[in-house]
């Protein structure tokens, strides 16, 4: 079975809520992989690798960050990506993959969700980062945004916040 990587970016999917900030702020490392493990019971033979490429707020992601995800996609001998990132520059990240990734053989997922994962039974993270996961196998080669339950071309238009 082939890899799957994932490259964290922060956003609200991996963020705790900060009562005197009255915000989500992001994990300094991402707790997605213990949440993986601990949770989601995927089969043994799912292998998975993790990268922490930032910790931050969608809209603090810079084109310097986005940069750093495409070196990461190019240099990677996987084939198979879910970034998970914020939601308000979520699409737009998407069209920067889109416009600056030269090879054309990678699957590419990016997800987050609008509540948090730590601390939130109700969080969309949960599914989203399930739904991703599932979806990996079927999707055709190309950037995918996958949220809410539907995959979405970088191009598409909708609505997050």
């Known amino acids: 079975m082939q890899k799957t990587t994932f490259i964290f970016t922060g956003g609200t999917i991996d963020s ?3 009562a005197d900030k009255c ?3 992001p994990h300094p490392e991402s707790i997605i992989p213990s949440y993986i493990e601990q949770r989601l019971f995927l089969d043994p ?3 998975l690798e993790y990268i922490q490429l930032c910790s931050k707020d969608s809209r603090d992601i810079s084109d310097i960050d986005r940069d750093g995800i495409v070196q990461i996609l190019e240099k990677s001998q996987s084939s198979r990506f ?3 990132h914020g939601t308000y520059t979520l699409f ?3 069209r920067f993959i889109q416009k600056h990734l030269t090879s054309a053989d990678k699957k590419i997922i990016l997800t987050g969700s609008m509540i948090p ?4 039974y109700h969080s969309d993270g949960h599914f989203n980062l399930g739904f991703a996961l599932g979806v990996i196998e079927e999707v055709k080669e190309g950037i995918w945004v996958c949220i809410k339950g539907k995959c979405y071309s970088p191009d598409d238009s ?4």
């Open 16 to 18: 705790y809520y900060d």
């Open 23 to 25: 915000t989500p702020v």
């Open 45 to 47: 033979d799912i292998r």
């Open 82 to 84: 879910i970034i998970t």
């Open 92 to 94: 737009e990240t998407a």
């Open 117 to 120: 994962l730590d601390g939130y």
């Open 158 to 161: 909708v609505e997050l916040h």
